[in-house]
C-alpha cells in the first residue's frame, strides 16, 4: 500500500500545477493533464482536512466540550 501524503505534500503539488495552469505557454493537453493533476491533489487535501476535522470533533466530544464549529 503506498505511503499517504501530508497535507503539506499535497497542496505543494496542488500550487504547482496550479501555477502550471497559469501559464498559458502551455498546450491544450498540458493544461488538461494540469487541471486533472490539480483536482487529484485539491481531492486529496479536503480528504486530510476532513478528516483532522473529523479526529478534532471526536477529541471535542471525549472531552465533553464542544467548539461552536463542532457543533
Same mark, same amino acid.
Given at each position: 500500500?503506498?505511503?499517504?501524503? &501530508? ?5 505543494? +503539488?496542488?500550487?504547482?500545477?496550479? $501555477?502550471?495552469? @497559469? ?5 491544450? *493537453? ?8 490539480? &483536482? ?5 487535501? +479536503?480528504?486530510?482536512?476532513?478528516? $483532522?476535522?473529523? @479526529? ?5 466530544? *471525549? ?9
Amino acid at each position: 500500500m503506498p505511503k499517504k501524503k &501530508s497535507f503539506e505534500e499535497s497542496f505543494e +503539488k496542488l500550487e504547482k500545477a496550479a $501555477a502550471a495552469l @497559469r501559464d498559458e505557454s502551455g498546450s491544450l *493537453e498540458d493544461s488538461i493533464k494540469n487541471y486533472e493533476e490539480a &483536482s487529484k491533489y485539491y481531492k486529496e487535501c +479536503k480528504e486530510i482536512l476532513e478528516n $483532522a476535522r473529523q @479526529r478534532m470533533l471526536i477529541l471535542d466530544k *471525549e472531552t465533553g466540550e464542544l467548539t461552536e464549529e463542532a457543533e
